[in-house]
């Protein structure tokens, strides 16, 4: 090849970009099988699904100790001492203005609380309005401020396949204001403590910080 060493560095570049711009559109004609994307079945995704971290723990952190200074001197040590009720991460179910209310499924119930009277007023309807009975409760909540007085009832929902009823408590009524209040929010895990003022069921909400553990959804 004669010209300057330019010349010839020049018409080499110039003839690789030949060469690989026609490799570049022969290799684009050659038909190439499409890729079969498989979805996960069912069980797979079951599998696969992120753990609820308020699921299978059997860890149970205490009431806080500030709970039981407010309880004593709420109850005046009269009445029996707190149970806890349940323990459990919020959802999105939980929080809706929509909804109001917080789900207390009967499975993930951590200790009996209710008195057998209560149990069946809960599970009969008032002969004029024909709705299901319920309870006025008082709920104090996280920030140990004024308790607020909500309902508490039973619901029990028949599954639409035709299987086994699904039962769980409620707290409903004004259940939107303890969640604005105390700026409950998705996620946070919560304790639901019952403790007795002359025998009245009354309730503490505990919020617990980040990493702990619950024992229901």
Known sequence: MKGSLF???LATTE???E??????????????????????SSSDSKRRKIPNPAINSNERPPLPEEFKIAIEEISRGADAPAKLVIQKQLYG???????????????????DFLTEGEKEHLRGYDS???KKKYLDVKVV???????ETVKFSRWDMAKKDG??????YVINGKWNAIVAKHKLR??????????RVHRELCFALVRLPPGNGSLGA
């Open 141 to 147: 909540g996280p920030s140990l401020a004024a308790s």
């Open 186 to 195: 998705i996620g946070v895990v919560v304790q639901l403590w019952c403790f």
């Open 128 to 130: 004029k309005s024909k």
């Open 19 to 40: 060469i690989l711009e026609s490799e570049r559109k022969a290799a684009a004609q050659i038909p190439r099988p499409k890729r079969k994307i498989e979805k996960p």
């Open 7 to 9: 010349d010839v560095l």
């Open 163 to 168: 299987g086994k009823t699904s039962s769980s």
């Open 93 to 111: 179910t939980d929080l809706s203005s929509r909804h109001n209310r917080l789900s207390i499924p009967m499975n993930q119930i951590a200790d």
């Open 15 to 17: 003839r690789a970009a």
